[in-house]
């Protein structure tokens, strides 16, 4: 302790007193108040005092409770470690400390800079002055602001039921967290470790976004030109809109249609076909109008890329992304994830219960959402985050292409509650949320496919990356461990995230189940079906969404839309609700109206695909027969209708009429060898057909009246 004093008075006595340095440029005083606020102080910092032809290394341990601050200083070159600081405060910006029990009473004032890294100021003992700089130790810091996180993490994932759980945390490309919790096999008792494979969900359009904005830097796209300089055939319902809209409006959902996800849910459809099929969705806004999230423009964006490069979303993700960061586990679906001995499983809860789900394979829309990897491999990709596009000595993607990833470029609609939530949203980036919680600029993207939950953040302007992996259904509690992290490293006042999410959890199904006793309120007592339960069974078509199959099983009807089957019972009229499955996640509790033709017979359906839309139809497909070549030409020929003779002929793939005095019609196939006649509303022919042998008759319907003719040999 004195020999410390010394040191310092020697130095003073030989050369005089040096000039206070100024310690920064002021900033005005609401400015400053706001920083200090933001930027704790609690911490190891070190730096020097700089004395007249030296620099006089300290280190200082700073910490703050219940608003009380104290802490210890050591001076590696005197031999004084840990002495104790008196006189500890802080006052907003201006943090001030003095050695306990030295002469010439030693005192550090000094201001705490923008962004909380740096503590500069003047060190004055005995009446000399001399500047001093204190920057944070960042290891030290990061260890201390992270210690009992992972208690936590422990304690959140009990609250909430969630099985595994892995979690990545980097700041700058220094790992500093990264290791797994709970099980990823509940049944099998596997633990998740950091190489455990996880499904990302939506956290995969970023990759998307870093893949079109290598592109974009190598000049082979340009984000504002239209999509169809490239794939001339991209068509949507309004033509207008598919030829304005652009590679940036494909990936910041402003393309004007809705989400349409049960047209891919499950589809059998690969992508390309999937992105030929958007233009029977109709849409509900103009181009660039409203913020409308949406997988399918995702999927046609990684069509594009297919055109642009010659080759594979898949491939061109794997050589411009996965393997330049090193990020060696990950892959694209989930078949390869179970081909790996470390991956998780999904699970779903269930009254209180966690039970297993099986895979979902999403890889037709893969570039919205079908990434698999583990923690470790998301630790590469949180670096490249916040590292200016270089992880590692290699350039990945430029930083002006980064920084327009993290640019808010799609209003979104919501509410600033800055109360409940900290947070407000500023807007939607290329594959990015970005928000400023809690006066700090967060960027992020969840996840959610069947049975995993996701979420990627990060803090460009600290330099922090948080990503938190979980193989629960649609679980919120990634993005709730994210942003208890935040308050952590970034020095804020914890708040009880989990503890808030499980109250609104409770309160969530308190509602739902109050809600689910009423329904049967709206439902219309004493009313039957128009017809016997047969008749309803059959394909019904739409050109977008494909085919719904109803069929009668045990006395119940079942609709089957992408290979997902659900029992349904009769709701009232015309009208079934779908049966709950708990092994899936959509079309439990939906209705279905089918819709009966002037003839009698049940022609279509209609149900809801989409809250955005008016009511999807499916027309009901004609009898697989009435498209045979073969049963066709047991059709075909003369017959005789009073005085006229009536030639019925194959025309391509199907029948047409022709009638003496009246142009040649074209026949619509339908059902129970009826054909419409078309062009003509309420016009139709049946053909009367008794074994294996040719049609012996034909029956006119028309508005006037009923006209057999018999066949002419």
């Known amino acids: 302790m004195s020999r410390f004093a010394r040191g310092v008075v020697l130095a003073v006595a030989s050369l005089g007193l040096v000039p206070a340095v100024c310690p920064g440029v002021a900033l005005p005083a609401g400015a400053m108040a706001r920083a200090a ?63 306990k029990g030295v002469p010439g009473d030693p005192t550090f004032r000094g201001t705490l800079m923008p962004g909380g890294a740096t503590l500069s100021g003047e060190f004055t003992q005995g009446g000399a002055v001399f ?41 700058g490309e220094r790992v500093v967290l990264s290791r797994g919790f709970g099980s990823r096999d509940v049944e099998g008792g596997k633990p998740v470790t950091d190489q455990t494979l996880f499904a990302i969900g939506s956290s995969s359009k970023a990759f998307t976004c870093a893949v079109l904005s290598s592109l974009v830097d190598e000049g082979l796209l340009r984000w504002d030109e239209p999509v ?13 809109v598919a030829r304005r809209l652009t590679p940036v409006d494909l990936v910041t959902h402003r393309s004007g249609m809705p989400r349409h996800d049960l047209m891919w849910y499950n589809s059998p459809y690969p992508r390309s076909e999937l992105v030929r099929r958007m233009r029977y969705l109709p849409l509900n806004k103009g181009v660039r109008e409203s913020f409308q999230y949406n997988n399918l423009m995702y999927a046609a964006s990684g069509e594009l890329i297919a055109r642009v490069t010659g080759r594979t979303w898949e491939d061109e993700t794997r050589a411009r992304v996965f393997e330049p960061l090193g990020m060696t586990r990950a ?105 400023s919680y809690r006066g700090h600029v967060l960027v992020h993207h969840g996840g959610n496919i069947d049975g995993f939950s996701a979420m990627v953040a990060f803090l460009p302007r600290e330099g922090w990356g948080i990503v938190v992996l979980s193989n629960l259904n649609g679980t919120p509690l990634p993005g709730l461990v994210v942003r208890h992290a935040a308050d952590r490293v970034l020095g804020l006042e914890r708040r009880d995230w989990s503890g808030e999410g499980l109250a609104e959890r409770e309160a969530a199904k308190a509602l739902q189940k109050d809600s689910e006793a009423k329904k049967e309120s709206v439902r219309k007592s004493g009313t039957s079906p128009a017809h016997p339960m047969e008749a309803y069974a059959g394909d019904y078509e739409h050109p977008g969404y494909g085919t719904a199959r109803i069929e009668l099983k045990d006395g119940r009807l079942h609709i089957t839309l992408n290979n997902i089957t659900m029992g349904m019972e009769h709701w009232h009229y015309e009208v079934f609700n779908t049966l709950k499955n708990p092994g899936e996640a959509v ?60 030639t019925v002929l194959v025309k391509g793939e199907g029948l047409a009429v022709s009638v003496p005095g009246q142009p040649s019609y074209d026949l619509v196939a339908k059902r129970h060898r009826t054909f419409e006649l078309k062009g003509l509303s309420g016009f139709s022919v049946v053909f009367t057909v008794e074994g294996s042998g040719k049609a012996s008759g034909l029956r006119f319907l028309q508005p006037n009246g009923v006209f057999d003719a018999a066949r002419v040999e």
């Open 37 to 99: 606020e933001r930027a704790p102080v609690e911490g190891t910092w070190e730096g020097a005092i700089e004395l007249p032809g030296i620099k006089l290394g300290i280190s200082v341990r700073l910490t703050e409770k219940d608003g009380v601050l104290s802490g210890t200083i050591s001076i590696p070159d005197q031999g004084a470690k840990d002495l104790p600081l008196d006189k500890a405060s802080r006052d907003g910006d201006v943090v001030t400390f003095a050695i």
């Open 131 to 171: 500047p001093f700089t204190l920057r944070r130790d960042s290891a030290t810091n990061d260890a201390a602001a992270l210690e009992g996180f992972e208690g936590w993490v422990d304690g959140a994932m009990k609250a909430w039921g969630v099985p595994g759980m892995a979690v990545v945390i980097v700041k």
């Open 228 to 240: 169809r300089t490239w794939m001339p055939d991209f068509s949507l319902s309004d033509d207008e």
């Open 331 to 435: 892959n694209f679906g989930v078949v390869d994830s179970q081909r790996d001995p470390d991956h998780a499983l999904p699970y779903r809860e269930d009254e209180g219960s966690t039970v297993r789900m099986n895979f979902r394979d999403i890889s037709n829309v893969g570039p919205a959402g079908s990434i698999n990897a583990s923690a470790a491999d998301m630790a590469r990709w949180a670096m490249l985050q916040v590292s200016s596009g270089e992880v590692g000595g290699r350039r990945v993607l430029s930083a002006d292409a980064l920084r327009s990833m993290h640019t808010p470029r799609m209003h979104v609609e919501a509410y600033p509650d800055m109360g409940k939530s900290g947070s407000v949203m500023l807007g939607y980036g290329l594959g990015w949320f970005i928000e």
């Open 587 to 646: 079309l439990g509790d939906h209705k279905v109206q089918f819709i009966t033709g002037m003839d009698g017979e049940v022609e279509a359906l209609r149900t809801q695909t989409d809250p955005l839309v008016e009511l999807t139809v499916f027309t009901r497909r004609p009898d697989a027969e009435l498209s045979d070549p073969a049963f066709l030409e047991r059709l075909a020929g003369d017959y005789q209708l009073g005085p006229q003779r009536v």
